[in-house]
């Protein structure tokens, strides 16, 4: 499948990995738009929201915990971070494998909810 993230868990393109499990990757993002800015992947190819399943439940919950996890490593639990996940093209979402961004470190602007 010619899916960049999925090259990405398969190490055939390089990342700068910040956690790995069986079944959840995260790496810093290659233009970040925040000091911190970290896109969490479940390894399993799911296209985006829409397209999530009964069965991957689960995987999307735990997707949270990871992201608390990697937020409290990274400092930035405390004074806050935003969570984004851009879907379809409306959304804005470019590559077409859910992904979470996880953007900190600094006030963030351009909050639209
Ligand atoms: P989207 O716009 O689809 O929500 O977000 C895709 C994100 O993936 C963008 O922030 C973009 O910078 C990031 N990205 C795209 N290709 C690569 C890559 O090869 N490596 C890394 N680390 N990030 C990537
Ligand atoms: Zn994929």
Redesign the pocket.
């Known amino acids: 499948m010619d899916c ?1 993230f999925c090259k ?1 868990i398969n190490k055939e ?1 390089p ?2 990995i910040v956690y790995e499990d069986e079944e959840i990757l995260a ?5 970040p ?1 925040a000091p911190i ?1 970290i ?1 969490v992947i479940p390894k399993k190819h799911i296209g985006k929201i829409t397209q999530i399943q009964k069965e991957d439940e689960a995987l999307i919950g735990k997707i949270y915990s990871v992201i608390n996890q990697i937020a409290k490593e990274q400092g930035i639990a405390e004074e806050g971070f935003r969570v ?1 996940i ?1 879907c379809g093209e409306n959304g ?4 077409k494998h859910i ?1 979470f ?1 996880l953007l900190g470190g600094t006030k963030l602007s351009g909050k639209i909810v």
């Not at 804005?92 to 590559?95: A, I, S």
Request: negative net charge; without cysteine; charged residues 15%.
């Open positions: 960049i990405i393109i990342s700068n790496f810093k993002d290659i233009a738009q800015h896109v984004i851009n804005g979402q470019e590559v992904h961004h």
